[in-house]
């Protein structure tokens, strides 16, 4: 089901500039017996990219009416939410007023083998190094081609996930993913002050870590030091946590903090 | 006018990957009495834009035959030919087999002021640099928020064009142009394989200048040299040529080698 602008409808003008520029931000979350889980999180994501790009954000109240839509028709489904600058004329200048359009759709829940979740997946180094551009780092826009061009880099069903790193060698993310890696029983996930897109389970986990008392830390984190931690995982907001079994010749079984997270965030109420 | 897959349609389908991640490319040329501009350098562009990418390029005549469509209606008009990795599930990972979407899709001929060309404008020095993706430089593609961001720093109807600088200070181009620079006599344009887009203008006067005898650098070119040219000028495919006139504190006259490289452009036949 897709409503564009609040109406059932399967497409989208074709002068939007979401199509021309990638001039739009977009969200992925997951509908849960009819809930949209970490609504309030993803919500406040939401406004703050729209914040970044200058587009409107439609008022969260809409949102939730369209969701409730979505969930009356399939309760447990993935959701994407897409905003952009709306239909335009020709040319980069934004138009005035903007009128942004409003896409939210479902998508059947990705059906991964349960192993993934339990013993964890074999990911992959991408060959595909993150360009840097703090105006955007940080931001889920539309402007997605480098992750289009790593996840290109492999189609061995073996391989769930692959690991970007940054011009200067640095871990930055999965094509869909944010890492965490663990060191002495702390947390650290790579600094996106430069590229990479900020996802909301890596600011959920930021909260839940420091209520337990753990540490973690944001920082340039080189791919060296991910392959010598004791543990390093996925996360997103529809997979949840996968720990990584193994990547660029290191080994790992599953690790007890790995799985606390995965609690936490399985605990946690919307 | 619009075709979507050959058919007149202004809807695009909302799973689109041109929406969902940027994923395509695209060609902006004019239509004159019916005619396409330097249609063989656009269309060899456009096949190498989509081999960057991957994404199997339409056949030519099929392209032709929906240009003839769109000239039997409007016979002077911009065109922009957008090729996207078409419809897929969520997820990056590319759908196989491919079925590109094909949009082709006239607008009026924008309506610049003459004297812009007669006595050329006023340009800006954009405060956004350009990020390196040495995978995606020079290729038209979607992913154009820089560009986007970029443009969006003026309002002021005076300003004809903003310039942009990569990370180390280097001119790149304009937000939709092309940039020349003139040192005595010889032309030098920015090297374009770390960021910026390789526009079809720019590859005619290449060739153009090859065949007068004029040496034509690609190099990179730090803004202070820009600034200390005899000449500088902005090209696309729909302005042609437009000297700069005001920049970053400097004034120029209209300078001698734009007016040739115009004549150049004018008189070549498609």
């Not at 905003?83 to 138009?95: D, E, N, V």
């Not at 009128?99 to 059947?108: D, G, L």
């Not at 060191?183 to 790579?190: C, F």
């Amino acid at each position: 089901m897709i409503l564009i602008n609040g109406a059932v409808s399967n497409s989208l003008a074709a002068t939007d500039r979401g199509l021309a520029y990638g001039d739009g931000v977009f969200r992925t979350l997951a509908l849960r017996s009819g809930r949209p889980r970490a609504w309030s999180e993803h919500f406040r994501k939401l406004e703050h990219d729209c914040g970044a790009l200058a587009i409107p954000c439609p008022a969260q109240a809409q949102l939730r009416e369209e969701l409730a839509l979505l969930a009356e028709h399939e309760p447990d489904c993935a959701v994407k939410i897409v905003i952009t600058r709306g239909s335009g004329q020709r040319g980069y200048a934004p138009p005035s007023p903007v009128a942004p359009t409003r896409i939210v759709m479902s998508f059947p829940l990705p059906q991964y083998p349960a192993e993934l979740r339990q013993s964890g997946i074999k990911a992959r180094l991408c060959s595909l190094r993150l360009g840097y551009q703090p105006a955007l780092a940080g931001v889920k826009h539309l402007n997605r081609l480098e992750n289009v061009l790593a996840r290109a880099e492999w189609d061995d069903p073996e391989t769930a996930e692959g690991l970007l790193l940054d011009a200067e060698g640095n871990a930055i993310g999965g094509t869909m993913t944010n890492l965490f890696i663990v060191e002495n029983g702390a947390l650290a996930t790579p600094d996106l002050s430069r590229c990479g897109v900020a996802g909301v389970t890596r600011e959920r986990i930021f909260a839940r870590a420091a209520e337990h008392g753990i540490v973690c830390r944001i920082e340039h984190i080189a791919v060296d030091r991910v392959l010598r931690a004791d543990e390093a995982f996925l996360v997103n907001s529809l997979i949840g946590v996968w720990q990584i079994r193994e990547l660029g010749g290191k080994a790992w079984t599953p690790g007890p903090l790995a799985a606390s997270v995965r609690r936490w965030l399985d605990e946690e109420s919307d």
